[in-house]
């Protein structure tokens, strides 16, 4: 009886803390079938579930913090469960019990104590701009430029968001730059279960926005864009998020953005599981490259819904991984055998996943990993 009593009060739990489609589930494994960490490790989707609903602790306590909340799962359930809820859930009970990976401890240290997960200063999220002429929003401005955290202090990202500064400006762009008070949107915190976190990050970018007259946000990461079009309307936050992607296609159709020069690369283009299966942009940054000169375009045989994840997801941005359980590096090799020199995304994690594994495997002779942004400003 009192065994009984716990697995109720465990189930009770998920279902309190968020994972109320546990419940949902009748077990067809789906979900396990198409996970895309089966692709290099074991990963049962389905016997996490059910060992929520029977209130048991998973064969490994780590598996639940593998997900990268890419939404493939979620996508074909027949039920249409809310998987990525349920695993957020258990997170969060994890959490509570003191066991989240050291490695993702440190991402929410860094967040509660600079804002961001990268452990830098809180005052120097702009530091990347030293030097340049990029203003700083002001009221009158059509958009306001807030660059992922990743983009911020990233050194492997940081030329895509001066690339990014530069391709709205020939665009005709009216925009400024989130001012350096302006902190993490919290996407990455609450795929790990902290929505407390989450919440707090978030009331003090409305603070800095609406002070600002920010309302209008141009967003360099999918994952951004997300929380911000999903996540704010829960804290009274009056948003409007435009990925750049859409940005620059809606340019190029009204012949805003015009570009002259001329791309001899061969290029592939991975769709960010947040920008496609979380929000449906798919065709926006396939119609930029389309409108690149002499650019020749080949897809992967897994795109648009069913391309797989890079593994940066659901806090797999910062956390330890074997090399050879890298869902990057299957993306990476698929890219290659499409026989593109060039793999192009629009995501600050897929392009810093994309590039260790083209270092770690030797691989920089025959692809590059490519932001959208950048390649755009090749051919002004």
């Not at 009970?93 to 066991?99: Q, T």
Request: charged share 25%; proline share 5%.
């Amino acid at each position: 009886m009192e065994n009984q009593e716990l697995v109720l009060e465990v189930a009770d739990a998920i279902l309190e803390m968020g994972g109320e489609d546990l419940t949902q589930c009748f077990g067809c494994g789906t979900c396990t079938g198409l996970c895309p960490w089966n692709l290099v490790a074991e990963f049962n989707v389905r016997g996490m579930i059910r060992t929520g609903m029977l209130g048991l602790d998973p064969p490994d306590p780590g598996d639940v913090w593998k997900c990268a909340t890419c939404g493939y799962c979620v996508a074909n359930c027949p039920r249409q469960v809310d998987i990525i809820g349920v695993f957020r859930s258990m997170r969060r009970m994890s959490a509570e019990m003191g066991s989240v990976p050291k490695t993702l401890r440190a991402m929410l240290g860094s967040q509660h104590d600079n804002g961001n997960p990268w452990g830098g200063k809180a005052e120097d999220r702009n530091a990347w701009t030293r030097g340049r002429d990029i203003p700083v929003y002001e009221n009158g401005m059509e958009y306001a430029y807030y660059p992922c955290c990743t983009s911020c202090y990233d050194s492997e990202n940081m030329k895509n968001s001066v690339a990014l500064t530069e391709v709205l400006k020939a665009s005709g762009v009216k925009y400024g730059l989130t001012p350096a008070e302006a902190v993490c949107c919290g996407d990455g915190v609450r795929e790990t279960g902290d929505d407390e976190l989450q919440a707090t990050l978030a009331a003090r970018n409305k603070g800095v926005f609406e002070e600002r007259g920010i309302h209008k946000v141009v967003t360099s990461s999918p994952h951004c864009y997300n929380a911000f079009l999903k996540d704010y309307p829960k804290f009274d936050a009056n948003i409007e998020p435009v990925h750049y992607a859409v940005l620059l296609a809606e340019r190029l159709q009204t012949g805003d953005l015009k570009l002259s020069g001329k791309s001899s690369r061969k290029a592939t283009y991975h769709d960010p599981c947040y920008l496609g299966r979380h929000n449906g942009i798919y065709d926006e940054p396939r119609q930029v490259l389309e409108n690149i000169p002499g650019l020749e375009f080949t897809e992967m045989p897994r795109h648009r819904e069913n391309a797989i994840c890079c593994g940066g997801g659901g806090g797999g941005m910062f956390m330890e991984a074997e090399t050879e359980q890298s869902m990057a590096d299957i993306r990476v090799q698929e890219a290659v055998e499409t026989g593109a020199d060039t793999l192009v995304t629009a995501c600050p994690y897929c392009y810093a996943m994309f590039s260790a594994s083209i270092k770690s495997r030797n691989l920089d002779d025959r692809i590059e990993v490519k932001d959208l942004a950048d390649l755009v400003r090749e051919v002004l």
